[in-house]
């Protein structure tokens, strides 16, 4: 697709904006019967956001459309980012850098250290033009301040956390206008609910601001998947009102990041020992998943979430609810993609 939905509804956006198309979009929605049986809802919906690129899909893809827009503009020589270990966010970036001959130089701090940390951690040192590992995320500012020295000269352009930021939030507030448009043209039915894993809260931030700005009578609920240090009410609530604040200048609108504040409903209660750490339930809830409808979730982020979702459906929610699960990881092999 060579424009998005944003740009027919602000046309404005399109002068102001750098973007360019990485993904395929429309993303499906498919509705996942048998997990609504389970639960006793009415239905039970996911957005295969998975999907959302033929090289590497999740939700990076709608975010990073935007953040390799403004790179190309700054004829961007090298990327910098930075993840943990286990970062999908990393891949993704040297994924599409490399696809736009863009070379990524990483900075990764240790984590906690499963299967999956592991298996990331080895995709993002074979795509990555470099990579320099930290033990500790304490030591990140000087870590980035010594890459961005030794490369002093280049145009090095530094990628957000997460992807996540002002202008990358647009992605977001597309893929809500993108889900407009399916439960318009009946592919699903209006959601009363949307779980969805919450990091940086570049995702979360774009859902929650669209819904406020289009008036849609969905409650969108986000499970907490990183340490309440770093992802909390205060954060977020920041990052919406930076992104309200931008979005209005360049659409031309006049939102108010109040009432969006409003709608925000964070979870924390299906972290566990905190990011990447395993949980019993989100492990439940990943086979399930796997069993009954051949979705591939991931233990630090999705599985989490669809443990919160479960919990709070099976508990706190009346059976009469629509409810549509946001599937922000990626479900390509990316085993054969290295540099070198
Ligand atoms: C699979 C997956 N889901 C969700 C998230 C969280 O997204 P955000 O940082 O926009 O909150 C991430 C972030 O890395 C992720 O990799």
């Not at 956001?49 to 935007?66: A, C, I, P, T, W």
């Not at 298996?119 to 470099?130: D, L, P, R, S, V």
């Not at 894993?197 to 979360?204: A, D, R, S």
Request: charged letters at 20%; proline letters at 5%.
């Amino acid at each position: 697709m060579n424009s998005l939905p944003i740009f027919k509804a602000f046309p404005k956006l399109k002068e102001t904006v750098p973007w360019i198309p990485l993904g395929d979009f429309p993303t499906r929605v498919s509705s996942l019967s048998r997990i609504s049986e389970t639960l006793s809802c009415q239905s039970f919906w996911i957005k295969r956001d998975s999907e959302s690129s033929s090289r590497y899909g999740g939700n990076k893809v709608r975010k990073l459309e935007f953040e390799f827009g403004k790179a190309i503009e700054r004829k961007a020589e090298m990327i910098l980012a930075y993840g943990s270990l286990g970062s999908n966010f990393t891949i993704a970036t040297c994924l599409f850098g490399k696809s736009l001959k863009i070379p990524t130089h990483l900075i990764l701090y240790d984590t906690v250290n499963t299967p999956f940390v592991m298996a990331n951690f080895k995709h993002n040192c074979e795509i990555a033009q470099g990579v320099t590992r930290i033990r500790s995320i304490l030591s990140l500012p000087y870590a980035v301040s010594r890459e961005l020295w030794r490369h002093r000269g280049e145009r090095v352009y530094l990628m957000p956390p997460g992807g996540s930021s002002p202008l990358s939030t647009l992605g977001y507030i597309n893929a809500m206008l993108e889900l407009k448009g399916q439960i318009h043209d009946g592919d699903l039915p209006m959601p009363d609910y949307i779980f969805l894993p919450v990091g940086t809260g570049g995702t979360f931030a774009g859902l929650l601001i669209a819904k406020v700005l289009f008036n849609l009578p969905i409650e969108i609920i986000g499970i907490a998947v990183v340490d309440r240090i770093i992802t909390n009410s205060m954060v977020i609530k920041l990052f919406i009102y930076r992104a309200v604040r931008y979005f209005n200048r360049v659409a031309g609108t006049n939102l108010k990041a109040t009432e969006v504040f409003k709608e925000l409903h964070l979870d924390y209660r299906f972290l566990g020992k905190g990011y990447a750490h395993p949980t019993d339930e989100a492990n439940w809830a990943k086979d399930l998943l796997k069993r009954e409808e051949d979705v591939i979730l991931d233990g630090t982020y999705t599985a989490k979430a669809m443990a919160g979702a479960m919990e709070i459906i099976r508990t706190d929610l009346e059976p009469d609810k629509n409810i549509l699960f946001w599937h922000s990881f990626n479900s390509q092999d990316i085993s054969n993609d290295s540099i070198s």
